[in-house]
Structures are given as C-alpha cells and as structure tokens.
C-alpha cells in the first residue's frame, strides 16, 4: 500500500465470526440479489474462532480498489465484491479528523480508491466456509470507514449480495434470515432471534473431517438443484415454513430437544436435496456419515438428544451440545471411534460459548 508523502490514509478494522445454519439456505429465487427460496436460521460463533479480520484503508494515493486475502493478492471484478463496494460507496457520509486533518465530503467517495486486507483464522485449506465471515465482515468495515449509518438490517441486505449466508454474521447470537417478499430484495435482511447472553451453556465443535477443499461449491450446487430437485420445491413450499417457526420457539424457550431434532432433521433433508439434484452432489463421506451413526446411536439410547449434528456443504462435521459435560463426552467418543493416528478427524475446534454479539466489533 505505498502512499505518497503528504497524503493522508484513514483507517478502520473489524471481525466477523461466522456462522453455523441449523436451518438451511439452499436455492435462490434470484442470481443476480442473492434472493433465497426460504428463509433460514443460523448460531454466530465466537469471535476467538473461526472469524474474518479485515482492515480497509482509503487515500488519495491509492489509484484503484485492491484486495488481499491472507497476504495474497486477489481480483475484485468478481460481481459480488462490486455489488458490496457499490451499495456502501452510495451510502457513505462525509468523514472529518480534525486530528489528521482530514475531510471527506461524501460526493468524494466515488472518486477515493479503496485498499482492503483480510485474514481468516482459521486454515482455508479446511474446507470451512470463509465467505459468510469475510463478506460481512467486508460490509461492515467498509461501513465503518465511510461512516454509513445504516442500521444492521440495512448492512445484512449489503452483505448478502457478497454471500448469502454472510447476511446472518452482521449479527451474533441466533439469526434468522428472512427471505422476503419484494423483487428488489428490501425485506431480504437478516433479523436477530436472540443475543449471544440467551443460550450461552451451548457448546459447538467442529470435527473437521477433510481439509479437502469441496468439488462442487454451493452456489453453483444449490443452482443445480433449484434447477433440477422437486424435493428442494416441496422443502422450500411445505417443510421449512413449519419448521422456522418451531426453531424460533425452541431457541426461544431453549429447548434443547427440539432444537437437536429440527437442527438433525434439517441437515439430513438438505443432503437429501443434494442427493435429488442432478447430477447428484455428495458433501459427506463415510466419515460424516459414521459421525452421524455415533450420535444417533447415542441420542436413542438415552432416549433423549444428547448433542445435535449438521453439516454445510461438505463433509466437515457441526456438533452442538447442550452443556460442557455433553461436549467432553461427545469429544471421548469421537476420539474413541476416530483415533487421531487415524487422521480421519484431523482436528478438533472447540468454541466454547459459541455465541456473540455485534459481530464481535
Ligand atoms: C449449505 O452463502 O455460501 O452453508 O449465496 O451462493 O454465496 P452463496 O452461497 P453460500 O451458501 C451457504 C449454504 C449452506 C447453508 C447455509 O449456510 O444456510
């Protein structure tokens, strides 16, 4: 970032955890908005984990928008990352430091360039979605250092044109993304169900199954099954309108029975999804469906569930349990069942109450 001497560069940084959907976004009603089939609910992690950091810095130097993704160059002619910068460059508001000296007046910003850094801490080799931390992450930023003063709602319909899922890591806590109804995408905004503070006895565990980076990514997957699949017509009409509302109850009441059966019987029906789409797609391996056994056993034999499974879109296993005694006997199972010699599970993230608020700004 060489800035000439004299000129001025403004500064500002934020971090985006992500998030981890227990009602699933999958199939879009429009390509271009990012507008999805149904709405969907989500758990923000904890900043410690699994998070976006990105600095965006703006100078009259800087002769053109750049970006780097964990110190490597990357292109942003992608539509996506234009669509974000646009929306925010249209909302900026004029910017005074006294201290440095400097003022922007918002007719300005069409003609300052931007310089934008981001890191994620977590390894990208994981095979873990990046892109719903770093786009909201990227809006909020951005927001921050030309002073736009929309609310979050406003800011999760920004970033859900990078990502859709990113619309959900605006907020910590339990998030729910309401689909809309508008073609232009206004009401399509994400809406905290509730705060970090609400269900904090919840412990997540990711077991990572595969470092493999997926084949297929889900947003051309979920293209082909919106475009092939009559289950994901009947999900999106019949299933999920129902089963929104009894999540939002029983992460109201923190029911954690209801909430493990909803959160299990929605990742099952999203690959089932997969599996009618044409050609089908395959996210999980034997090793994610072993997982699944394990804790299907072990939830029928209690009688009742002792921690819930769900998986994106790959293998990559998302463990929820009810409480830190549940999370140390899931970890001794799967440690008894996946060896670590074996490398099948190369590691274990514990995010220890898992949840948070303001993106973690
Ligand atoms: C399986 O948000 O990555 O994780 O909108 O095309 O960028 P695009 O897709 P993306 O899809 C996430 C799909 C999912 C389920 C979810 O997070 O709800």
């Keep these: 970032m060489a800035v000439e001497e004299g000129q001025w560069v403004l500064m500002a940084t934020g971090r985006s955890p992500t998030n981890i959907a227990v009602i699933k ?6 390509e271009a908005l990012i507008l999805p089939v149904n709405d969907s609910i989500s758990v923000t992690l904890d900043p410690g984990h699994l998070s976006a950091t990105t600095s965006v810095a703006v100078s009259p130097s800087f002769p053109s928008d750049r970006m780097w993704l964990n110190g490597k160059e990357i292109s ?5 990352f234009q669509n974000c910068l646009r929306e925010i460059r249209k909302r900026a508001r004029d910017v005074e430091d006294e201290k440095k000296g400097i003022r922007i007046n918002k007719e300005d910003w069409e003609k300052l360039h931007v310089h934008i ?5 977590f390894p990208t080799a994981a095979g873990l979605a990046s892109s719903a931390a770093g786009f909201a992450c990227l809006v909020f930023t951005l927001g921050k250092v030309m002073n736009v003063m929309e609310d979050y709602g406003e800011l999760s319909s920004i970033a859900r044109q990078g990502s859709g899922s990113a619309c959900r890591s605006i907020y910590g806590g339990f998030v729910k993304w309401c689909m809309g109804k508008n073609n232009d995408g206004s009401d399509s905004i994400a809406v905290q169900l509730a705060d970090e ?3 904090n006895d919840l412990v997540i565990i990711i077991a990572v199954v595969s470092s493999k980076q997926k084949e297929t990514s889900s947003t051309s997957g979920m293209r082909d099954s919106v475009e092939t699949s009559p289950l994901l017509q009947y999900r999106a009409q019949t299933i999920v309108p129902n089963r929104v509302l009894k999540m939002e109850e029983a992460i109201k009441s923190r029911n954690f029975e209801s909430f493990a059966r909803l959160t299990c019987a929605d990742s099952n029906q999203f690959h089932a999804v997969c599996m009618d789409t ?3 797609i395959f996210y999980m ?3 994610s469906h072993r997982i699944i056994n394990l804790v299907e056993k072990w939830n029928q034999s209690e009688g009742t569930p002792q921690v819930a499974y769900t998986f994106d879109a790959g293998p990559n296993a998302v463990l ?3 409480n830190r ?4 006997l899931l970890l001794q199972k799967l440690l008894y069942c996946f060896p670590p010699q074996d490398h099948d599970l190369s590691s274990y993230m514990v995010g220890d109450k898992s949840i948070l608020s303001d993106a973690g700004l």
């Design 117 to 121: 850094a981001s890191y994620n801490n």
């Design 197 to 199: 503070a609400h269900w």
């Design 278 to 280: 044409s050609s089908p």
């Design 76 to 80: 942003l002619s992608g539509g996506r």
């Design 285 to 287: 391996n034997d090793t």
């Design 25 to 30: 976004y999958w199939g879009k009603r429009d």
């Design 325 to 328: 005694k549940n999370a140390a």
């Design 320 to 322: 929820i349990a009810p």
